[in-house]
């Protein structure tokens, strides 16, 4: 059912955003959890800001985000 949930997200991302288009935008995930969607994207766009509610899911999101210079967290 996530990868449902996935391939539905990313679809939609790139059925309204070109690959150019995407790698000039700011992407503001709200709900990011531990970062599995954030993981898919934020190599393509040039700032990934990760929200979420859990400091546990946001430390599990900076673990496997930390490598992209482009992610931040709020």
Known sequence: LFFIYIYST????????????LSESNVLDFGSGTGRLANLIA????????A??????????????NEYRNYKQL
């Open 10 to 21: 990313i679809s939609t991302i790139f059925r309204h955003y070109s690959l150019d288009k």
């Open 43 to 50: 190599e393509n766009v040039k700032e990934y800001t990760c």
């Open 52 to 65: 979420d509610i859990s400091p546990l899911y946001l430390r599990d999101c900076k673990k496997k985000l």
